[in-house]
């Protein structure tokens, strides 16, 4: 008998240490919207965090304006949970079907998306805050998967990391919302997997949402950065990090504006810009002409000198975001494989050349011998 308790003893702290107890349970108000189509899910996957994007509804009832807004447009885009109102968590819509919020190669997997109502209120944000992390891991635990964000495999996923891994959608939310309140992607990510007890345990940044969504800066360089509209998604970091992968604060999309252009704050060398955004303040940026990027006024419009080969002469430094491979001999695919570069490390070349639809970064690394990086 004593080897029995032992084992079921054994079995239950197992099952403690898998499925963490879920921090301030989240009491939820129950609204369902009528006609909500009641489809059923391909997989059980993802739970998906997101927030409204609405900057025009950020008064004391936004919350009441967005479910009434969205259950006026059940047949456009819906979820099935939305938190604002100082806390306050509210269902319209079943747990368990598909609906209608992250792309359509997102919506058949996940159990329940949940929306967060914006405010112009700190601590009506705190509030919120507390309930949202808490609603995302109690509806993961509901669901039977792992409490944790934007991993790999199964869990809580933000709309930002469905528009990057799964396509089909491209929003970025809840990042840029919450950064405007100092709570930072590292921050969000922790407090899923820890969970809050109270709004008190909240500690953001002192930073208040802009009321002018377009603030006026004064230049320091009177340079502009110019982002091209053919590019999707554009890393910008913190001041005090590296500007490289996994170090971003958060991402541009200059496409959907056909492009963006930024005044230059400072030039760090490099192509490593400091510049000012709506959404994540003064952040840093890597802008090299290689990236796409251009940079118009003070001297720097003049294009740099080109060799009779194609070959353009430029200095600079490029941050790995992927394994890339070095070629030797020729900037082409055909070429053969030296060696490679792994996200994070970074290359100085002295020039680059197109070929092949690609940016080939050239470095002199031996006597005769030129290596090429296609990006």
Avoid: C
């Avoid at 949402?209 to 004064?218: D, I, L």
């Avoid at 091209?228 to 910008?236: E, F, I, L, Y």
């Avoid at 002199?364 to 296609?374: H, R, Y």
């Amino acid at each position: 008998m004593r080897k029995v308790t032992k084992v079921l003893f054994s079995l239950t702290m197992i099952l403690v240490l898998m499925f963490p107890t879920v921090a301030g349970a989240v009491s939820v108000e129950q609204r369902t919207m009528p006609f909500v189509p009641s489809t059923g899910l391909s997989t059980n996957e993802f739970v998906i965090a997101h927030e409204s994007g609405n900057s025009n509804n950020v008064g004391p009832d936004s919350l009441e304006r967005e479910i009434s807004f969205m259950s006026n447009n059940v047949n456009s885009a819906f979820v099935s949970h939305w938190v604002g109102g100082g806390g306050r968590a509210v269902q319209i819509a079943p747990s368990g079907f598909i609906q209608w919020g992250a792309g359509p190669r997102a919506n058949g997997r996940a159990y329940a998306q949940v929306e967060l109502a914006r405010t112009n209120n700190a601590e009506t944000f705190k509030k919120d805050y507390v309930t949202y992390v808490n609603l995302l891991r109690q509806l993961a635990k509901e669901a039977g998967i792992p409490i944790s964000l934007d991993g790999y495999g199964k869990g809580i996923k933000s709309h930002l990391w469905v528009t990057q891994n799964l396509g089909g959608t491209d929003h970025s939310d809840p990042y840029a919302y919450l950064a405007q309140w100092g709570i930072s992607k590292a921050q969000f990510i922790a407090d899923v997997a820890n969970g809050i007890g109270s709004s008190n345990e909240v500690k953001p940044d002192p930073i208040q949402p802009p009321v002018n969504p377009n603030p006026p800066v004064t230049p320091s360089t009177g340079k502009t950065l110019n982002l091209p509209g053919t590019a999707t998604s554009w890393r910008v970091y913190g001041l005090n990090s590296s500007p490289t992968a996994g170090n971003e604060v958060g991402f541009l999309n200059p496409n959907l504006f056909g492009g963006l252009s930024y005044s230059i704050l400072a030039d760090r060398g490099n192509g490593v810009y400091e510049i000012s955004t709506r959404d994540f303040g003064r952040v840093q940026i890597y802008g090299a002409i290689s990236t796409g990027a251009t940079v118009t006024g003070g001297t720097t419009t003049t294009p740099p000198p080109t060799n009779t080969n194609g070959r353009i002469n430029q200095t600079g430094t490029f941050f790995m975001d992927r394994t890339i491979n070095v070629r030797h001999g020729s900037p082409s695919t055909s070429a053969p494989i030296k060696a490679q570069y792994f996200a994070g490390e970074n290359l100085t070349y002295d020039s680059y050349i197109k070929s092949e639809g690609y940016i080939w970064f050239l470095t002199q690394l031996e006597v005769n011998a030129i290596m090429l990086l296609g990006k």
